[in-house]
């Protein structure tokens, strides 16, 4: 019995030192600045494409927002800043 005992006090103990290194982990990380990718690169509210237009996809890296969208046959890109809002480029897509 008193093996038993002590095997079952040295599990508990593993998990118990388990459960305060993963928590001394989670408070490490939540208290280290801008770990990862967080939103606050993007407080964009709108963005402008021309009317009528479908939307083909949209991207949000490294601060910027890359909007693809079709107008009838045409193809165009768009990139506009995740901070104001603003166009910064436009490439239209030509085919070969």
């Known amino acids: 019995m008193a093996r038993a005992r002590r095997s079952f006090m040295v599990t508990m103990g593993l998990l118990l030192v388990g459960f305060i290194i993963i928590a001394g982990v989670l408070v490490y990380r939540s208290s280290q600045g801008k770990a990862g990718g967080t939103g606050a690169d993007y407080v964009i509210a709108a963005m402008k494409i021309p009317s009528g237009a479908e939307v083909v996809s949209a991207v949000a890296a490294d601060g910027k927002v890359t ?13 506009y800043d995740g901070k104001t809002g603003e166009m910064i480029r436009e490439i239209p897509i030509l085919s070969e």
């Open 67 to 79: 909007v693809t969208y079709k107008t009838g046959a045409m193809t165009s890109v768009r990139i």
